[in-house]
C-alpha cells in the first residue's frame, strides 16, 4: 500500500480547524488533526509545502519510521508547528492502520483498559452564584469531574468567563484581545470560590481549576497551600514550565495535585517535571505533542513516576483530536481524566464522529481507525476566520502570561 495523496483542508465551522487527509493507492483514507489556536496557517502550510510532498509514495504502515523521519530529517527538532504537523501525520496514519486491519485504534494500542473514559466539562460563571449554577448542571448530567472558573470581583476580565451567555471561546475575530490581571486580586478571591462549591455540593465530584500560567512558583506554592481543605483533583499551569525547576518551589509548599502540559510539544518539555515527579498529571495533547506515538512515548514514561494523563481537550482542538485521544484514553495504563469542553452543533456536523457521551463518560465507539471523519462538502463552506488568543496585561500596562 502507497500514500498517493495527502491534502489539508482548512475550514471555520463555529471556529478554525486544520485536517490532515492521507489516501492511499487502495482508496483507503485516513485523517489528522493540524489545528494550532490563532496560528493556524503556519501549520497547514509546513503540512502543505513541506510535508505532504514528502510523505507520496510511503508505505503507510510505516508509522514510526515516517514519524522518525519527519522529526529527524527536518533538522530543526521540535515546536509547536513542526510537532503538531507531525502529530496529523502520526494520527492520519494510525487512522489507515485501523481501518485496514478493520479494528478501532485502542484495540491496536493493546486494547480497553477500562470500560469508559471520566471526562471533566467546564463550569464558569461572572460571579460565585453562577458559577455554582453552571456547576449545579454539570452534576446534574452526571459529570463526576468538573473544572470551575469565575470572574474576579473588580477585574474587568478574567480566563475562562465567556463574555456573553454561549459557550466560552478565548479567541477573537481578527484582533488580539487585551485583558488585565491582578495576582493578588485573584489570591484573595479564588478560595472562597472553592469554599462555596464545596459547601453547596460536598465531596462528591472531582474539582479541578485552571490557573492558566498566571503566577509566579512562590504564589502558587501559596495558594495550593490555602486550597489544600478543599481537595483539588488539580490545580492546572500554576506558573509558565519553560522553567520546570521552578515547580520545585511550588511542590516544598503544598500537597494540591498539579497538572501541567497543554502548551508542550514534546518529551524534552516534561522530562525534569516527570522524573521529579513535580507534577501529577500530563496534559500533552495528541495534536500539539506529535501524535499517539509520540503521546505513547510520554505517558509511558510518567507512568514509572505515577504520574498520570490529563489530555487538554478544548473546542479549539477538533473532533478528530477528540475522537482520537478517546481511544488513547481507554488504553493508557495510567490515565488521569480527559477534559471535554464541547463542540458547536456545525463542528460536530463537519466531523461526524463515533464517540458518545453519557453521564460524564464517553467512548471511542467500535468503528475501524479513530472513528471520526470529515464531510469535505459542508467544510468547504466555512471558509477560514482569522482569530487570536488573547494577551493579559498588569494593571500598570506590563504584558503578563495570557
Ligand atoms: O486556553 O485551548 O485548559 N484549557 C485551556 C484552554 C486554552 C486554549 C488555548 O487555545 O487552558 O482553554
Ligand atoms: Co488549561
Known sequence: MKIVRADVIVTCPGRNFVTLKVVTDEGVYGIGDATLNGRELAVASYLRDHVCPLLIGRDPGRIEDIWQFLYKGAYWRRGPVTMTAIAAVDVALWDILGKVANLPLYKLLGGASRESVMVYGH??????????????????????????????????????????????????KGVVEEQTWSSEKYLDFVPKLFEAVRDKFGFDTHLLHDVHHRLTP?????????????????????????????????????????????????????????????????????????????????????????????????????????????????????????????????????????????????????????????????????????????????????????
Open 218 to 402: 512562590i504564589e502558587a506554592g501559596r495558594l495550593g497551600k490555602s486550597v489544600e481543605p478543599y481537595r483539588l483533583f488539580w490545580m492546572e499551569d500554576p506558573t509558565p514550565a519553560e522553567n520546570q525547576g521552578g515547580f520545585r518551589l511550588i511542590r516544598q509548599h503544598t500537597v494540591t495535585p498539579i497538572a501541567v502540559g497543554e502548551v508542550f510539544n514534546s518529551i524534552w518539555d516534561c522530562k525534569q517535571l516527570i522524573e521529579e515527579q513535580l507534577i501529577d498529571y500530563i496534559r500533552a495533547t495528541l495534536t500539539h505533542a506529535g501524535g499517539i506515538t509520540h503521546l505513547k512515548r510520554i505517558a509511558d514514561f510518567a507512568s514509572l513516576y505515577q504520574v498520570r494523563t490529563g489530555c487538554h481537550g478544548p473546542s479549539d482542538l477538533s473532533p478528530v483530536c477528540m475522537g482520537a485521544a478517546l481511544h488513547f484514553d481507554l488504553w493508557v495504563p495510567n490515565f488521569g481524566v480527559q477534559e471535554y469542553m464541547g463542540f458547536p452543533k456545525e463542528a460536530l456536523d463537519v466531523f461526524p464522529h463515533a464517540w458518545t457521551f453519557e453521564r460524564g463518560l464517553m467512548h471511542p465507539g467500535e468503528a475501524p481507525g479513530h472513528g471520526v471523519d470529515i464531510d469535505e462538502e459542508l467544510a468547504a463552506r466555512y471558509p477560514y476566520d482569522p482569530a487570536y488568543l488573547p494577551v493579559a496585561r498588569l494593571e500598570d500596562g506590563t504584558l503578563w502570561n495570557w
Open 123 to 172: 463550569a464558569t460563571g461572572r460571579d460565585i452564584p453562577e458559577a455554582l449554577d453552571r456547576y449545579a448542571e454539570h452534576v446534574e448530567q452526571g459529570y463526576q469531574a468538573i473544572r470551575i472558573q469565575c470572574g474576579v470581583p473588580n477585574m474587568r476580565s478574567v480566563y475562562g468567563v465567556s463574555k456573553g451567555n454561549g459557550m466560552y471561546e478565548p479567541a477573537t
